[in-house]
T-cell receptor, first 111, second 114 residues
């Protein structure tokens, strides 16, 4: 049974810092891994999707890496801004597309 | 449509009543998923549709919960005899045939059972 864990649960940083959010999963037979952002009271916004055959994906200041053998993914946020404050969720998918989510990391970027 | 549409956005119902939640996926997306997010909890898988069939309904919490999808498009999640523990945000997502397309989530329906 796939389990996804995110560390840390919460993170507070000053504006401008580079930061890393961690995600680990127990079953390496994943189809893809996706990072989402959730703002309070809102739905989920997809940030990056990494196929199982890929090692990383980049979008602007965001970079996500995937190491299937060790069951880990990281989300790197460069030059953080107050607008990056949100909860970040990672989710691992099997071949049916069913997503197993971590509990999320709540990020606060202070001006 | 351009995105996944869910209705209603908010629903307050009395304990014991039935409710129907609706999801309109992105046109052409064959896969549709329902998830539930309770206060302070993570996202919990409920059911997955491929076309009109549901090969995985393992996350439905009880037989009070059911879902259907018609025409390979709109899906409704029905909760019968609602209980207070059903209060949560119900999220719908859709994905193209190639799962590499990723998932697009709707904004959710916030259900409050009083």
């Amino acid at each position: 049974k796939q389990e996804v864990t995110q560390i840390p649960a919460a993170l507070s940083v000053p504006e401008g810092e580079n930061l890393v959010l961690n995600c680990s999963f127990t079953d390496s037979a994943i189809y893809n891994l996706q990072w989402f952002r959730q703002d309070p009271g809102k739905g989920l916004t997809s940030l990056l999707l990494i196929q199982s055959s890929q090692r990383e994906q980049t979008s602007g200041r965001l970079n996500a890496s995937l190491d299937k053998s060790s069951g880990r993914s990281t989300l790197y946020i460069a030059a953080s801004q107050p607008g990056d404050s949100a909860t970040y969720l990672c989710a691992a998918s099997g071949n049916t597309g069913k997503l197993i989510f971590g509990q999320g990391t709540t990020l606060q970027v202070k001006p | 449509g351009a995105g996944v549409s869910q209705s209603p956005s908010n629903k307050v119902t009395e304990k014991g009543k039935d409710v129907e939640l609706r999801c309109d996926p992105i046109s052409g997306h064959t896969a549709l998923y329902w998830y539930r997010q309770s206060l302070g909890q993570g996202l919990e898988f409920l059911i997955y549709f491929q076309g009109n069939s549901a090969p995985d309904k393992s996350g439905l919490p009880s037989d009070r919960f059911s879902a259907e999808r018609t025409g390979g498009s709109v899906s409704t999640l029905t909760i019968q005899r609602t209980q207070q523990e059903d209060s949560a945000v119900y999220l719908c997502a859709s994905s193209g045939m190639n799962l590499g397309y990723g998932y697009t989530f709707g904004s959710g329906t916030r259900l409050t059972v009083v």
